[in-house]
Nanobody, 114 residues
Framework: QVQFVESGGGLVQPGGSLRLSCAAS????????MAWYRQAPGRQRELIAS???????YYVNSVKGRFFISRDNAKNTVSLQMNNLNPDDTAAYFC????????WGQGTQVTVSS
C-alpha cells in the first residue's frame, strides 16, 4: 500500500499563499488520479482538487482559480499551490488517490487568520 506524507501547512493571513507537498512511499504511476482532500473541524473530508495521469484536472468550485494541483510521477510527489487564501480554507489537508486508498497520512494543517 502506498502511504502519503503531507507537508507545507501553516498559519497564513487572508490573501496569502501556501504550497503543500505530498510525498508517496511508492510509485504513483499506478494511481490514475491523485487528489487533495481537506477536512475542517466538524465537517466531512472533501475532495477539493484532482489530477489524472493524463493531465486532466478537477477543482471544487470553492477553490477554482485559486488552487492548482500538480504531480511529479518521477519523484512520486503531488503538490497543491494555494493562492488568495481565506478563513474558509482553514482545514487539515490530505492527499490520496481518487477514489482514495485505505491508508491516509497525518495531513498538514492550514490555518488562515489575521
Amino acid at each position: 500500500q502506498v502511504q502519503f506524507v503531507e507537508s507545507g501547512g501553516g498559519l497564513v493571513q487572508p490573501g496569502g499563499s501556501l504550497r503543500l507537498s505530498c510525498a508517496a512511499s511508492g510509485s504513483i504511476l499506478s494511481i490514475w488520479t491523485m487528489a487533495w482532500y481537506r477536512q475542517a473541524p466538524g465537517r466531512q473530508r472533501e475532495l477539493i482538487a484532482s489530477l489524472t495521469r493524463s493531465g486532466s484536472s478537477y477543482y471544487v468550485n470553492s477553490v477554482k482559480g485559486r488552487f492548482f494541483i500538480s504531480r511529479d510521477n518521477a519523484k512520486n510527489t503531488v503538490s497543491l499551490q494555494m493562492n488568495n487564501l481565506n478563513p474558509d480554507d482553514t482545514a487539515a489537508y490530505f492527499c490520496n488517490g481518487s477514489p482514495p486508498g485505505p491508508s491516509w497520512g497525518q495531513g498538514t494543517q492550514v490555518t488562515v487568520s489575521s
